[in-house]
C-alpha cells in the first residue's frame, strides 16, 4: 500500500493519540480506515520532518517499528502503542511547558485520613481555577498529581488530560449531605455529624506492626460514638506520621464526620468515616467530602477514591470551555440541561434531581451519537435489494410440514422488508431454545438465492453446523437447491470443488464453521450472511465473513438470551424476537436439588429410560483436576455411572477434547438410541437436537451462568413428552442458590437473562469486550428500564430526524465534529485517513 507522505503539514498530536486509542480499544489488530491502515498512518505521521529536533530521532524509529507492525506479536504491538501515546504525551508537556509561566508552590500533601487536613492546607485549586488548565492539558500538571501520578492514571485507567477526568463519570454517589443528632443514629443509614473530640489516639497494632489503628470518640449534646480506621503499611505505623495524626485531630476540637451507620460490639459506629475540623458548630464544610452528596468512582488498584476527587475538583472549572454540540433546538425539545452543566454535577450534584437531569442528558448523547453514527455508515453503504416476490419462497412455505406461528412469520416479514432495502441489513433474530430460528433464515435464505446472490451460514461449532446442514440439505433437495458443508473436517478434494463452486456462483448456499473466513474461500457475489450464535465469534471474525462481500446483509441468530437492556440501546442492530414456541411443547419442570436427593434423580432417569427416553447428564470438568478437587469430570464419571449406578443401561460419553470423528459417533449414537444416557460437558449446550431425551441432570451447576443453564436445558423438551432438568449443586452460598432458583421460577429466556445481567453486568459496550463488570456505563445510573428505553427513543429519533434535515452535518458544525470523534470511537479506523 502506498504511504501517506505530507511532510510540510504540522504534527497533530490529538489525531495521532485518537488513532492510537482506537486501536488499542479494537485488539491491536491494524485497523483499515477510509484511506490507509493503521500502522501505515501512524508510521507516515511519525516519519514527517515536522518534528522538534529533540523529538525527531524517536519519531523516526517509532515510525520505523509501525513499517513491521503486522509481523509484531499481540504483546509487541500493545507495547508499541503504549511506547508512542508516552512519547507523544512527553510532546505534549514540553510545549505547555514552553508557554507556562513559572510554577506556584506546591501545596502540603492531605493527610490518609481525611480529604482536608485543615482549611489552611487547602489548596487554593479547590476554589480558584487554575488559568493555565486546558481540556487537552496533561494531568501531570495539576495540584498534588505530578509525572509519577500521573503515568499511574493513564496506565491504569486510561486518563490522560483534563477532558478525560471529566468524561470519567462517578459509578454511584453517597448522601452524606444529611446531618443528624448521635442518639438518632440508626443502622444502615448515611450520615453526617458534627461534634467534638473527646479522645483521639493513633498506634500501632501490638499484634500487627504494619497495622496502624486510629481511634476517635465524638460526642454532641446527645450522646457519644466511637470511630475506628485501620491503615496497612510501615508507612502509617512511622512515629512521626502518628503524631502527626494527633496534632491534627486535638481534645475538644469540633469536628464533622461522614459513613454508614453500622453496629459493631462496641455499638454503633461509622464505617470508613471521614473527618474535618471545623472553627466551629456552625462553621462551613469544606471539604469535598464530607456532609454533601460524594461520587464514587471506578478504581483501580494503587488510586484511591481521595486521589480521584481531588483530580476532579480541580478539572471542573474547566468545563466552562465545552461548547455544547447540539442543536439547541434538540435541547428545548427533549427538556435537557447544557452538557458542561450536566458534567459538572455528575460529578458533585447539589442534590439528587440535579444528579437525575445530568444522567439523563449524558445519556441521551450516548444513545443519540450512536444511533447517529449507525444511520450515517448504514447510509454510506450500498446493498442491492432483494425481489420482493419469490417463487422460492412460496414453494418452500408450501412443502413445510407445519405452520409457521405468529411470531416467526413476523420475524420473516420484517427480515424480508429488510432485505427489499438498498442499504444492508444487519438485524438480530433472537428466540428462546427450540423457538424455529433456522426455518426462518431459511426464507431469507431464498430470498437471496432467487435474487441472483449467495448465502453463507456460519456457526461456531461442527456439531452446531452439521445439525443445520441435515435440517437445511433437506429442505433444499425439495426445492433442487444445492447446499455444501464446510468445517475443518472437509477432506481436501471435497474443499477444492467447494471452493471452486463458490468462485463460479454455482454454489448458492455454503454452511461452515471458522473454515468460512479462512484465505482461499471466495465468492462470486455473496449477498446475505446468517451468523447463529454470534456471540461465540469475535469481532474480527464476524467482519472476516462479511469482508468475502460487499456490503452483504446481515442476519445474526441466538438462542442465548440477550437482555433486553441491552439490544433496545444498541442501535448497530435492528431485532426481531420469536417469542413464542411451537404448539405441543410442554413446559420442563426443573429442580434445584442437593446431594442426598442423588438417589431420587437416578430412579427418575430409569423410569424414564423405562419407558424408552434418553437422559443427559452434564458435567463443568472433562477431566478431574487437582485445582479443583472438589469437582466431578465427565470422563471418570462416566465410567463409575456405567458400572456402579447404571449397568443395565449403555452409557455414552461426548466432550470437547474429542476429535470430530469421534464426537459425531457419540452423538449419532444418542440420536439412534444406541446410547441411553450421554455424558458430556458444555459441547451438547448447541447443536445437539435429539427430541427423545427427556431428563438433564447437571452436576455442579452452581459453576454455570444463567444463561448457559438456560441453553443446557433447551437439549431437553423438544419432544411431546414431559421433560426434567435436575440441577444439582453442593454449594451453600446464598447467591448461588439465588441465582439458580431463577431457572425453577421462570422458563422465559428474557426474564432469565435480565437476572444473569443484573447479577453479572453487561460489559463494555464499546470495543471488543463482551460480558462481565469489565466497564460502567453512564446509563447504568437511570433509574429504572422503563426510563432507559424512553430515553432511548428518544434519542433515537433525535438522530433520525436530525439526519434526515442534513445527511452532512454541514448545517450543524459543532455536531459534525462531535459526531466524527463518535464516529472513530464505535466505528474504528475511520481516522486514519
Known amino acids: 500500500m502506498e504511504q501517506p507522505t505530507q511532510p510540510s503539514k504540522p504534527i497533530d498530536i490529538n489525531r495521532l493519540q485518537q488513532a492510537l486509542s482506537v486501536e488499542a480499544e479494537r485488539g491491536f489488530g491494524n485497523l483499515q480506515g477510509r484511506e490507509h491502515l493503521f500502522a501505515d498512518f501512524l508510521g507516515s505521521s511519525l516519519g514527517q520532518s515536522s518534528w522538534h529536533r529533540a523529538d525527531r530521532d524517536r519519531a523516526q524509529t517509532l515510525a520505523g517499528e509501525y513499517g513491521k507492525y503486522d509481523q509484531l506479536r499481540l504483546s509487541q504491538r500493545k507495547h508499541l502503542v503504549a511506547e508512542t501515546r508516552r512519547f507523544l504525551y512527553d510532546v505534549r508537556r514540553r510545549e505547555l511547558v514552553s508557554d507556562r509561566p513559572p510554577a506556584k508552590e506546591k501545596i502540603a500533601k492531605t493527610t490518609p485520613l481525611k480529604v482536608e487536613a485543615s482549611k489552611s492546607t487547602q489548596s487554593s485549586a479547590y476554589r480558584k481555577p487554575n488559568q493555565n488548565l486546558r481540556l487537552d492539558s496533561p494531568l501531570q500538571y495539576l495540584e498534588g498529581v505530578g509525572p509519577r501520578i500521573a503515568e499511574r492514571l493513564a496506565n491504569r485507567l486510561e486518563l490522560h488530560t483534563v477532558a478525560d477526568m471529566l468524561n470519567y463519570y ?56 466511637k470511630l475506628n480506621r485501620f491503615w496497612t503499611g ?163 412455505e408450501q412443502r413445510l410440514p407445519f405452520q409457521l406461528t405468529n411470531a416467526q412469520q413476523r420475524c420473516v416479514n420484517e427480515i424480508r422488508a429488510d432485505l427489499q432495502r438498498n442499504t444492508p441489513m444487519n438485524r438480530l433474530l433472537q428466540g428462546d431454545v427450540g423457538a424455529g430460528k433456522t426455518v426462518v433464515s431459511v426464507f431469507a435464505l431464498l430470498t437471496a438465492i432467487e435474487s441472483g446472490f449467495q448465502t453463507a451460514l456460519m456457526a461456531p461449532t461442527e456439531v452446531l453446523v452439521e445439525q443445520h446442514y441435515r435440517k437445511i440439505v433437506d429442505w433444499f433437495n425439495l426445492l433442487n437447491l444445492p447446499v455444501e458443508l464446510l468445517t475443518g473436517s472437509t477432506k481436501a478434494a471435497k474443499r477444492r470443488q467447494i471452493l471452486a463452486q463458490l468462485e463460479t456462483g454455482e454454489l448458492p448456499l455454503v454452511i461452515g464453521t471458522h473454515a468460512l473466513i479462512q484465505d482461499g474461500v471466495n465468492f462470486h457475489r455473496l449477498g446475505l450472511a446468517v451468523i447463529d450464535e454470534q456471540h461465540r465469534f469475535g469481532r474480527d471474525q464476524r467482519s472476516r465473513l462479511l469482508q468475502k462481500g460487499t456490503d452483504p446483509h446481515v442476519l445474526i441468530m441466538t438462542a442465548t438470551p440477550i437482555p433486553r437492556t441491552l439490544y433496545l440501546t444498541n442501535s448497530e442492530i435492528e431485532v426481531s424476537l420469536i417469542d413464542e414456541l411451537p404448539p405441543g411443547r410442554k413446559p420442563i419442570q426443573t429442580n ?242
Open 170 to 225: 462517578p459509578r454511584d454517589h453517597v448522601d452524606y449531605a444529611r446531618q443528624v443528632k448521635i442518639k438518632d443514629l440508626n443502622d444502615g443509614e448515611t450520615v453526617t455529624i458534627i461534634g467534638t473530640i473527646r479522645r483521639f489516639s493513633c498506634f500501632t497494632s501490638p499484634k500487627n506492626k504494619k497495622l496502624t489503628i486510629v481511634e476517635v470518640m465524638v460526642s454532641d449534646h446527645t450522646g457519644s460514638i
Open 234 to 396: 510501615t508507612r502509617y505505623s512511622n512515629y512521626g506520621w502518628q503524631q502527626q495524626q494527633k496534632s491534627q485531630y486535638p481534645k475538644g476540637a469540633t469536628v464533622a464526620a461522614s459513613g454508614v451507620v453500622k453496629r459493631s460490639k462496641y455499638g454503633l459506629t461509622l464505617d470508613n468515616f471521614e473527618i474535618e475540623v471545623l472553627e466551629h458548630s456552625q462553621d462551613r464544610i469544606e471539604s469535598h467530602t464530607i456532609g454533601r452528596v460524594v461520587p464514587i468512582y471506578p478504581l483501580s488498584e494503587g488510586i484511591s477514591p481521595e486521589l480521584i476527587r481531588r483530580v476532579v475538583v480541580q478539572c471542573l472549572p474547566v468545563v466552562n470551555q465545552i461548547k455544547d454540540p447540539l442543536p439547541e433546538k434538540l435541547i428545548k425539545e427533549h427538556k435537557l440541561i447544557k452538557l458542561a452543566k450536566a458534567i459538572a454535577q455528575v460529578h458533585y450534584p447539589p442534590d439528587s434531581h440535579a444528579l437525575n437531569d445530568a444522567v439523563k442528558r449524558l445519556t441521551f448523547d450516548k444513545y443519540f451519537y450512536r444511533r447517529l453514527v449507525s444511520l450515517y455508515r448504514r447510509n454510506q453503504q450500498q446493498a442491492s435489494p432483494f425481489i420482493a416476490q419469490s417463487k422460492l419462497v412460496d414453494e418452500f
Open 592 to 833: 434445584l436439588l442437593k446431594g442426598a436427593q442423588r438417589r431420587d434423580a437416578y430412579e427418575l432417569m430409569r423410569r424414564e429410560i423405562a419407558q424408552g427416553r434418553q437422559v443427559y447428564i452434564v458435567f463443568p470438568l472433562v477431566e478431574e483436576s487437582e485445582k479443583m478437587a472438589d469437582m466431578k469430570a465427565a470422563i471418570a464419571e462416566r465410567e463409575k455411572l456405567q458400572k456402579s449406578i447404571f449397568p443395565n443401561f449403555k452409557v455414552g460419553l461426548l466432550h470437547g477434547q474429542m476429535s470430530s470423528a469421534e464426537k459425531e459417533e457419540a452423538i449419532n449414537a444418542f440420536r439412534d438410541r444406541q446410547s441411553d444416557i450421554l455424558v458430556a460437558t458444555t459441547v451438547v449446550e448447541v447443536g445437539v437436537d435429539v427430541p427423545n431425551a427427556s431428563v438433564m441432570l447437571i452436576e455442579h451447576a452452581d459453576r454455570f451462568g444463567l444463561a448457559q443453564l438456560h441453553q443446557l436445558r433447551g437439549r431437553v423438551g423438544r419432544g411431546a413428552a414431559q421433560s426434567y432438568c435436575l440441577l444439582m449443586s453442593s454449594s451453600k452460598s446464598e447467591t448461588a442458590q439465588e441465582r439458580l432458583k431463577v431457572l425453577e421460577q421462570s422458563q422465559d429466556g428474557f426474564f432469565i437473562a435480565e437476572r444473569d445481567f443484573q447479577i453479572r453486568g453487561k460489559g463494555k459496550d464499546e470495543g471488543t469486550e463482551q460480558s462481565g463488570h469489565a466497564g460502567f456505563s453512564i446509563d447504568d445510573r437511570l433509574p429504572d428500564e422503563e426510563t432507559r428505553q424512553q430515553l432511548y427513543q428518544e434519542a433515537r429519533a433525535a438522530a433520525e430526524s436530525i439526519l434526515t434535515e442534513d445527511i452532512t452535518l454541514e448545517s450543524f458544525p459543532a455536531l459534525k465534529t462531535e459526531f466524527e470523534h463518535h464516529y472513530q470511537r464505535l466505528q474504528g479506523g475511520a481516522i486514519f485517513t
